[in-house]
């Protein structure tokens, strides 16, 4: 059986905004089980709250950089990712408050 070719992508189509998003998806969605972690047990003893501090100035930063070059995947990302560090930073300062 022959393979048929199937020529060049769709015009529409760019490769490199589609591997954006799948990494964005990748990097975004490391933190979920952290924050989930947290929100469950109400603990966030284990979480340094120094790393995410300094996630969250460089996910500022990269969604700055995301609007000055109008990427999509990047801003997107990047505000999901703060929203779960933020999480996870409220959820280590609650659990401080209690124990």
Partial sequence: ???KDVG???EDFDMTEAMGYVAAACTTFAFVPQAVRVWRTRSADDISLTMYLTTIVGVCLWIAYGLRIH??????ANVTTLALALAIVVGKQVSKRRG
């Fill in 71 to 76: 990427s999509t995947p990047l801003i997107a």
């Fill in 1 to 3: 059986m022959r393979r």
């Fill in 8 to 10: 060049p992508p769709p």
